[in-house]
C-alpha cells in the first residue's frame, strides 16, 4: 500500500443477531458494533442473468483500520457496514499492508428489492 487511504466515510459495523420468531423459526437483527471510518472504492463489476434479465453487480473495496483477530472491531464475512440507508455485505477481509494497519473488506452493495 503506498499511500495512507482517505478514510472520510463512517460505516456503522453490524452484526447479525438470531432470535426466535415464536412460529418455531428464527429471525435475523443486525446489532451495531461501532462506527469505523473508511475509504470506499469501486472493484471489479460484471453481469449476470437472474430470473428477470440482466443484473449487473460491482464488488467494492472498503478500506478500513486494522485490528487484531478476534475483536469486535475487526469486520468478518458474515457481518455488514452501513452507511444511512445503505447496506454493504462483507464478502471478505484481509490485511492491506503487511504490519497489518489496515483491511481490506470486499463487500457487495445490498439493494432494496
Not at 440482466?54 to 464488488?59: A, D, K, S, T
Request: proline share 7%; with cysteine.
Amino acid at each position: 500500500m503506498k499511500a495512507a487511504p482517505n478514510l472520510t466515510r463512517a460505516l456503522v459495523l453490524e452484526t447479525p443477531v438470531t432470535a426466535p420468531d415464536g412460529a418455531g423459526g428464527f429471525v435475523t437483527q443486525w446489532h451495531a458494533l461501532g462506527t469505523v471510518w473508511a475509504e470506499i472504492r469501486a472493484g471489479a463489476g460484471r453481469e449476470r442473468f437472474a430470473s428477470l434479465g440482466p443484473l449487473g453487480e460491482v464488488r467494492l473495496r472498503i478500506l478500513v483500520r486494522g485490528a487484531p483477530h478476534g475483536t469486535d472491531r475487526r469486520p468478518r464475512p458474515d457481518q455488514r457496514f452501513t452507511e444511512g440507508a445503505r447496506v454493504f455485505r462483507i464478502l471478505a477481509v484481509a490485511e492491506a499492508d503487511a504490519q497489518g494497519r489496515y483491511l481490506i473488506c470486499t463487500a457487495q452493495e445490498e439493494l432494496p428489492a
